[in-house]
């Protein structure tokens, strides 16, 4: 009852604030960024208090605050607001990719790494191919795909077939630091998703150019090709200089290394994006390389960034469901949902298939498939390319994208909370920190 009063309050302060702000100039942008950064970040943490309250993951509660006071539902949080947290959710993404980059140490994953890739490899090219054939039955059923002929049906539903089959090392990093979680699983887990969205936008950048081309857009194989080489390979070769310098900062200087990694991340998330390179990549490789040149300074950065790593995850994920269009959602729920469930029980059958064929642990051949279910940013970047860049096919696409996403990000961190708890992977991670504590006078362990 508490948090419920306390999120009322919240509600009646910033509709006053909000009426308070000094209309236009820079002074009215940087209230509203400030303005809403509050109260996103109270709010979501009130929320989850209470999910965690009935047994729910609190990123759930992150993702829902934004869905009910983004532009789509409430309105506490406007679009023009939403749109000014931008920056901070690039930085958050930079951030979650170089903390998963800087957990996945070749050393420790090299047992698991025929896992790692019989999972990525299945769950997302057999994914990709079962949503595929599913919309191109069911195109008569959507206006948006009725229309088209054969040949620009099948790319273009390759095309959200690829965009459906992507995952989120930010879902997968949120519930570890949340359970504190940490073992085999945990590793194999985080290492498929991580390897999967490398997967897929390379796949989703060669399979829109043909669905262009077939649509009668322009479309070059050599200009593509170029496109997807730079985005993917110079994205890895500018994190992996990134994670080169830090690496000597971490030795040489050490003071200072979240100030200096938060700057890192600002410029990354403003200079990435205009010279075509990918955030994620950026940062993903930047903290790969961190982990396995500078391994003990990796630990303790990690450790380091996990001090601020609540806001930064509120923030991301809050901003993600407000971006979350309910009224769209309710015009494509039969069909989204049927999506969903076929997208769940596809990666359940290809992830055992993958995990037998490799005899991986039980844990992992059990409950491995769920590190592939949630999706947030990465699908949600897809689905705007997607309605960018096709016209009024790609409007209804997208609407359905965001369907599919919705659902999966709100439902499907719970089956992944359920298995981090079944593998006994949650709570290791502050087991293994404990140990290092010398036990008090007088006693032993």
């Known amino acids: 009852m508490k948090n419920l009063l306390c999120l009322a309050a919240l509600a009646l302060l910033l ?48 993702v829902l605050t ?10 506490l949080l406007p679009a023009k607001m939403t749109a000014e947290l931008d920056l901070v959710s690039g930085v958050a993404i930079c951030l979650i990719a170089l903390t998963a980059g800087g957990e996945l140490s070749f050393r420790r994953i090299r047992p698991l790494w025929r896992t790692i890739a019989a999972l990525t490899l299945w769950g997302v090219l057999g994914a990709a191919l079962a949503l595929t054939t599913a919309l191109y039955v069911l195109s008569p059923w959507l206006p ?5 002929h054969r040949a620009a049906l099948f790319w273009f539903c390759a095309m959200l077939g690829v965009a459906l089959s992507a995952q989120s090392p930010a879902v997968v990093m949120g519930l570890l630091s949340e359970t504190r979680a940490e073992g085999t699983f945990s590793r194999t887990v985080l290492g498929t998703v991580v390897m999967s969205d490398l997967l897929v936008i390379g796949l989703f950048g060669f399979v829109s150019a043909l669905a262009r081309a077939a649509l009668g ?34 030795k040489k200087i050490r003071d200072g290394a979240q100030v200096f990694v938060t700057l ?5 998330a403003e200079l990435a994006v205009p010279v075509q390179l990918d955030p994620l990549i950026v940062m993903l490789s930047a903290g790969l390389v961190v982990a396995n040149f500078s391994e003990e300074e990796t ?10 790593a609540l806001p930064v995850y509120i ?25 969903v469930i076929l997208r769940g029980a596809s990666l359940w059958l290809l992830g055992v298939i993958a995990t037998s064929s490799t005899r991986a642990p039980a844990e992992i051949r059990r409950w491995g498939w769920t590190g592939m279910l949630p999706q947030a940013g ?42 981090l708890l079944q593998s006994g992977d949650a709570g290791a991670h502050v087991v293994e920190v404990d140990s290092r504590i010398p036990p008090p006078a007088g006693e032993t362990r």
């Open 144 to 148: 948006f795909l009725s229309t088209l």
């Open 264 to 268: 890192m991340c600002i410029v990354v």
């Open 315 to 339: 923030v991301f994920f809050a901003t993600a469901g407000a971006t979350l269009r309910l009224d769209v959602l309710a015009g494509v729920a039969p069909i989204a949902l049927l999506l």
């Open 378 to 419: 990465l699908a949600l970047a897809l689905a705007l390319l997607v309605q960018r860049g096709f016209g009024l096919e790609g409007e209804g696409a997208s609407a359905l994208l965001l369907g599919v996403i919705a659902i999966n990000e709100l439902v499907m961190p719970i089956l992944l909370r359920v298995a």
């Open 66 to 75: 934004g869905v009910l006071a983004g532009p789509h539902a409430l309105n």
């Open 217 to 250: 857009g322009e479309s070059s194989v050599e200009q593509t090709a170029l496109g997807i080489a730079w985005e993917l390979f110079g994205s890895l070769g500018g994190g992996a200089f990134l994670g080169l310098l830090l690496s000597v900062y971490l």
């Open 299 to 308: 630990s303790r950065l990690v450790r380091d960034l996990e001090t601020v």
């Open 15 to 62: 509709n006053a604030a909000r009426s308070l702000l000094p209309e236009g100039g820079d002074a009215y942008g940087v209230a509203q960024t400030e303005l809403a950064f509050g109260f996103v970040l109270l709010s979501a943490f009130l929320v989850s208090e209470i999910l965690a309250q009935i047994g729910l993951p609190k990123l759930v509660g992150y």
